[in-house]
């Protein structure tokens, strides 16, 4: 039975690999690290928790006792989420961003030197994966899209401190020869998403007729991609992707941050009212795009959701939980792990 490590797997997108993984791979043995910080949210999985192939570790994937002990038991294949993901976060308190993100990753790629290269056997067949965002290109004008090859100019402490633990992946592949690889994604959208950011906050503000903050203008453009198709480019890069290797994960789906919110807004029978213009964060990227051409070249993968669709069974799924919403909003979630494992 392989065992892969998956570090963040109770955070939005790691909680959605998770159940992939264990779906489309029942011969693994699943490990989900997460250290449980405030967007880490367990109940997300708690139809899952007694699979016997899958196990929780509470930690931090900056504990090097824990990384030891973790990849001693063998570890095949490592998917690293953990991050601190929120750009209004890392403005007003950067140095956790730098603390998790960069060093963090630093010490599973110092357990995967110390484990995987004492081991030729296992090193050969076996693969870490470092989960990035389009951010660290920076902000991109009218026209262009980020390819593998685009400089990394982040723009916030979050950007900046992903695009460090991106520059050390590639420097341990190729210093060690390690068997790393790296994705770099558009913004995700779907269920069991923290509603700190933009889609479930708007979903939740307009639920409860609250105003629906924007920053400047609203046009600030992004690139949408479901969780799930994300999910999947993910497994595929995992198992077939070649090492030392960048691929762009994108949704084909340019939105204003504007047009999303008149949408949520027109799909609520809400009116446009609710939506207050506020003054913009600082360093705000004006545009984000992606060119997949490398994951449709290397594998045919192309995104099965559009935006349309997708956008319309997220409002679905947020309208049939909102137990779970008030939870995450109240803090009541955290208070899971005490009542699952506290002893």
């Not at 264990?22 to 999985?45: C, F, M, S, W």
């Not at 993901?85 to 599973?108: C, K, M, W, Y």
């Not at 046009?219 to 999947?232: A, F, G, I, M, Q």
């Not at 994108?250 to 949408?263: D, F, M, Q, R, T």
């Amino acid at each position: 039975m392989k065992k892969i490590l998956i570090t963040g797997g109770a955070g939005f997108i790691g909680s959605a690999f998770v159940r992939q993984t264990l779906r489309k791979h029942p011969d693994y043995q699943v490990i989900n690290l997460d250290a449980l910080t405030y967007a880490g949210n367990l109940e997300t999985l708690a139809d899952i928790e007694k699979e016997p192939n899958y196990r929780f570790v509470k930690g931090d994937i900056g504990d090097k006792e824990l990384a030891d002990k973790l990849f001693a038991e063998g570890l095949d294949y490592v998917v690293n989420f953990a991050a601190e993901s929120h750009v209004d976060r890392s403005i007003a308190g950067p140095e956790i961003f730098a603390q998790t993100n960069i060093l963090g990753t630093q010490n599973l790629l110092e357990a995967v030197r110390k484990y995987w290269t004492a081991d030729a056997s296992r090193a050969s067949a076996s693969r870490y994966l470092q989960v990035s965002t389009d951010e660290v290109y920076g902000s991109l004008g009218s026209a262009g899209y980020f390819t593998e090859a685009t400089p990394l100019q982040p723009n916030s402490p979050y950007s900046a401190s992903k695009a460090g633990a991106d520059l050390l992946t590639r420097a341990y592949f190729h210093t060690f020869g390690l068997p790393l690889l790296t994705t770099r994604c558009s913004n995700n959208y779907g269920p069991y998403q923290f509603p700190e950011k933009l889609i479930p906050l708007m979903i939740s503000n307009a639920l409860a007729d609250r105003p629906l903050p924007v920053y400047g203008d609203g046009k600030n453009v992004r690139d949408w991609l479901h969780v799930s198709d994300h999910c999947e480019a993910l497994d595929i890069v995992l198992h077939q992707g070649a090492p030392g290797e960048i691929y762009n994960i994108g949704g084909h789906s340019e939105k204003e941050n504007i047009y999303i919110v008149k949408l949520i807004l027109r799909e609520l029978k809400k009116p446009e009212s609710l939506i207050s213009y506020v003054k913009d964060r600082p360093g705000h990227d004006r545009r984000y795009a992606i060119d997949a051409g490398k994951m449709a070249k290397s594998f045919g993968w192309q995104p099965r959701y559009t935006f349309e669709q997708g956008i319309k069974e997220t409002l679905r799924w947020y309208l049939k939980n909102q137990k779970w919403v008030d939870s995450v909003k109240s803090g009541d979630y955290q208070k899971y792990y005490e009542r699952q494992y506290g002893q």
